[in-house]
């Protein structure tokens, strides 16, 4: 075929490709300037509420994410079943710690234990620790609670309960399953060491966490 031929060919492919394509990307694109519109006027406004505050919640918290992505990476390490099971334990019962959030029921030192879950998950990462899967559950569950718990009290009179759980919910899924995501870099000659690099970050974050939160220090 000449170039005289083929030119026509690709040009018509192209246009093909854009027609297929434009209208998705375009949809995309819309999609994420809605979802940014929506943050900054939840900013702007400062009544976090409903579905987009209770996704960005997990987000905005350093000690949060950093649990949450460490349960994914643990998960990972663990093998089957835990690699699954937990990171889908964890919102389960977190959704039940909302609840006592909303409904006023108090938890003993509830920053303590969220601090301590980053330390004890990211050392459990950095360790390589391989514990029976039914105490790696109850571990998960107990630290879940409390994640749950400190959501749901810092729900605001305006938001909607059922909107901002279910945020929140998807979020922390979302990244528990960045975590698994990390974890499946331990298949790579030097990625076990990376992995556990990164629980000890998220352990030595977890420690800030915690004398942070028994100090008061700012």
Known sequence: MSLKQNVPMTARHMAATRRRFGLPYSAVLFTCFTLT??????????????????FLHP??????????????????????PAIW????????????????GVLGIALPMPEVVIALSALVLGGAVAARLRLPFAIAAVVVGI??????????????????????????????GLLHLCGITLGTLSRL???????????????????????????GSP
């Open 37 to 54: 519109d929506t943050a900054f006027a939840h900013e702007q406004q400062g009544v976090p509420g409903g579905l987009v505050s209770g």
């Open 59 to 80: 987000l905005t918290g350093l000690d949060h994410l950093a649990a949450m992505v460490a349960v994914g990476l643990w998960g990972a390490q663990l093998g089957a």
């Open 85 to 100: 099971i937990l990171p889908i334990t964890f919102p389960l019962v977190m959704a039940v710690g909302g609840v006592l």
């Open 143 to 172: 630290f879940a609670i409390f994640h749950g718990h400190a959501h749901g009290t810092e729900l605001p009179q305006s938001a909607n309960p059922l909107a901002y759980g279910v945020g929140f919910v998807v979020a922390t």
């Open 189 to 215: 000659p030097a990625g076990g060491r990376l992995i556990q690099g990164l629980g000890a970050s998220i352990a030595a974050l977890g420690c800030y966490f915690l004398v942070h939160s028994l100090t």
